[in-house]
C-alpha cells in the first residue's frame, strides 16, 4: 500500500519535497495545502498532484504524514493542527522559535500518540554519516577543537522574509539550526553553552551570530550569518588529524587531513536529492509506531530552541 503525504505550503522547498517523494517506490503526495487557493491549486496542477486547499482541507484527507513547508512563522501552529488531527508530521527547520514552543507541542504530540520531527535533513546525508563514522572509529584522534560556519548574502530587500521578524526571519532559524543540530550530531551534548554574540539587522532580527559550545575536551565555535558570504565548512581537530567538509548543511565529500601531510577523500557520487533520506525516516518510523525519530529526537530540537531562547535574550 502507497504512503500518502500532503504538503503544507506551496513554496520552493515544497517542490524539492515533492521530488523527493516521488523517487521513493510506494510513497507519493496526494494533496498541498497553501494559505492561497490559487497557489495551492497551480502548485498541485504544475506537479500533478490529484488535491489542493486549506491545510485542514488537506489533512481531512487522512494521509499518512504531513510535510510542513510554509514559512518559519507558521510552524508551530501547522505541527500543532497535525497532532491535533493525528497526523504525522515532518516539519521544516527550525520547526519551533522557542524552546517554550518546542516542548508545548512535542508534550502535546506525546499524549496523543502522534509521530512529529523536526526536518534536519543534513544529519541524513551519506556523506555526514560516512564522517561520523570515522570519527567514531578514532580517524583524528582525541578531539580538540570544533568549527562550523555557514552563512551567505541573503535578499535584504522590501518583502524579504529573510529580514521579516513577523516571517520567522534571522540566521537564527534558518542556518544556525544547522550549525548546532550538526554540532551535536558529530559530538553530542555539550557541556554548556556560553559566549553568544549576536549582530542585529536594523529590521530587528538577527542577522550574524557566533556561539560557543564548551566540551570537556575543548570548545566548539558555530557561526551563522544571513549578512555575510562565510567560508562555508565544518572542521573537526584532533591530534591525529583534521576532517574537513565544505557546504557542511549540503555536504557531499570531505576529506581526512593527517599530521604528515597526507589525505583521504571521500565523495558521495549517488545521492540526487537528499530530502528522500529523512523522508524515508518519517515512512520507516510511522509505520514502527514510534513517536519520535532517534536520528533527530525531540530532545535535540528543543535544546537547540533554547540555544535560540539565548540568541533571542542577548539583544
Same mark, same amino acid.
Given at each position: 500500500?502507497?504512503?500518502?503525504?500532503?504538503?503544507?505550503?506551496?513554496?520552493?522547498?515544497?517542490?524539492?519535497?515533492?521530488?523527493?517523494?516521488?523517487?521513493?517506490?510506494?510513497?507519493?503526495?496526494?494533496?498541498?495545502?497553501?494559505?492561497?487557493?490559487?497557489?495551492?491549486?497551480?502548485?498541485?496542477?504544475?506537479?500533478?498532484?490529484?488535491?489542493?486547499?486549506?491545510?485542514?482541507?488537506?489533512?481531512?484527507?487522512?494521509?499518512?504524514?504531513?510535510?510542513?513547508?510554509?514559512?518559519?512563522?507558521?510552524?508551530?501552529?501547522?505541527?500543532?493542527?497535525?497532532?491535533?488531527?493525528?497526523?504525522?508530521?515532518?516539519?521544516?527547520?527550525?520547526?519551533?522559535?522557542?524552546?517554550?514552543?518546542?516542548?508545548?507541542?512535542?508534550?502535546?504530540?506525546?499524549?496523543?500518540?502522534?509521530?512529529?520531527?523536526?526536518?534536519?535533513?543534513?544529519?541524513?546525508? =551519506?556523506?555526514?554519516? &560516512?564522517?561520523?563514522? +570515522?570519527? @567514531?572509529?578514532?580517524?583524528? /584522534?582525541? $578531539?580538540?577543537?570544533? !568549527?562550523?560556519?555557514?552563512?551567505?548574502?541573503?535578499?535584504?530587500?522590501?518583502?524579504?522574509?529573510?529580514?521579516?521578524?513577523?516571517?520567522?526571519?534571522?540566521?537564527?532559524?534558518?542556518?544556525?539550526?544547522?550549525?548546532?543540530?550538526?554540532?551535536?550530531?558529530?559530538?553530542?551534548?555539550?557541556?554548556?553553552?556560553?559566549?553568544?554574540?549576536?549582530?542585529?539587522?536594523?529590521?530587528?532580527?538577527?542577522?550574524?551570530?557566533?556561539?560557543?559550545?564548551?566540551?570537556?575536551?575543548?570548545?566548539?565555535?558555530?557561526?551563522?550569518?544571513?549578512?555575510?558570504?562565510?567560508?562555508?565548512?565544518?572542521?573537526?581537530?584532533?591530534?591525529?588529524?583534521?576532517?574537513?567538509?565544505?557546504?557542511?548543511?549540503?555536504?557531499?565529500?570531505?576529506?581526512?587531513?593527517? =599530521?604528515?601531510?597526507? &589525505?583521504?577523500?571521500? +565523495?558521495? @557520487?549517488?545521492?540526487?536529492? /537528499?530530502? $528522500?533520506?529523512?523522508? !524515508?525516516?518519517?515512512?520507516?518510523?510511522?509505520?514502527?509506531?514510534?513517536?519520535?525519530?532517534?536520528?533527530?529526537?525531540?530532545?535535540?530540537?528543543?535544546?537547540?530552541?533554547?540555544?535560540?531562547?539565548?540568541?533571542?535574550?542577548?539583544?
Amino acid at each position: 500500500m502507497s504512503f500518502k503525504w500532503v504538503i503544507l505550503g506551496a513554496g520552493d522547498i515544497a517542490v524539492k519535497f515533492n521530488d523527493a517523494i516521488r523517487r521513493i517506490d510506494g510513497a507519493e503526495v496526494i494533496g498541498v495545502g497553501s494559505r492561497s487557493a490559487e497557489r495551492g491549486a497551480a502548485f498541485a496542477e504544475k506537479h500533478g498532484i490529484p488535491h489542493s486547499g486549506s491545510y485542514a482541507e488537506m489533512l481531512a484527507l487522512r494521509p499518512d504524514a504531513a510535510y510542513v513547508a510554509a514559512t518559519t512563522d507558521a510552524h508551530a501552529d501547522l505541527t500543532r493542527l497535525c497532532i491535533e488531527a493525528g497526523i504525522p508530521v515532518l516539519c521544516e527547520k527550525a520547526m519551533f522559535t522557542t524552546s517554550a514552543e518546542a516542548e508545548e507541542v512535542f508534550a502535546l504530540a506525546k499524549e496523543r500518540g502522534v509521530f512529529s520531527m523536526e526536518a534536519m535533513w543534513s544529519r541524513f546525508l =551519506p556523506s555526514i554519516v &560516512e564522517m561520523k563514522r +570515522q570519527l @567514531d572509529a578514532g580517524a583524528v /584522534g582525541q $578531539v580538540k577543537h570544533f !568549527e562550523i560556519a555557514i552563512g551567505w548574502e541573503a535578499y535584504s530587500g522590501p518583502g524579504s522574509r529573510f529580514y521579516l521578524k513577523e516571517l520567522g526571519g534571522g540566521a537564527a532559524y534558518d542556518l544556525f539550526v544547522y550549525c548546532y543540530e550538526l554540532a551535536e550530531f558529530f559530538l553530542g551534548v555539550p557541556e554548556k553553552v556560553e559566549n553568544v554574540a549576536v549582530h542585529w539587522a536594523s529590521t530587528g532580527v538577527d542577522e550574524t551570530e557566533t556561539v560557543t559550545l564548551r566540551y570537556l575536551w575543548g570548545l566548539a565555535t558555530l557561526t551563522a550569518s544571513i549578512g555575510v558570504r562565510l567560508d562555508e565548512r565544518t572542521v573537526i581537530m584532533g591530534d591525529k588529524g583534521q576532517l574537513r567538509m565544505l557546504r557542511p548543511h549540503f555536504g557531499s565529500d570531505f576529506v581526512l587531513r593527517r =599530521p604528515d601531510g597526507s &589525505e583521504e577523500h571521500w +565523495q558521495d @557520487d549517488k545521492t540526487e536529492n /537528499g530530502f $528522500v533520506y529523512e523522508a !524515508e525516516e518519517v515512512m520507516r518510523c510511522v509505520r514502527e509506531k514510534l513517536l519520535e525519530s532517534p536520528t533527530v529526537p525531540h530532545d535535540l530540537t528543543i535544546r537547540c530552541a533554547k540555544v535560540f531562547d539565548m540568541i533571542n535574550a542577548s539583544k
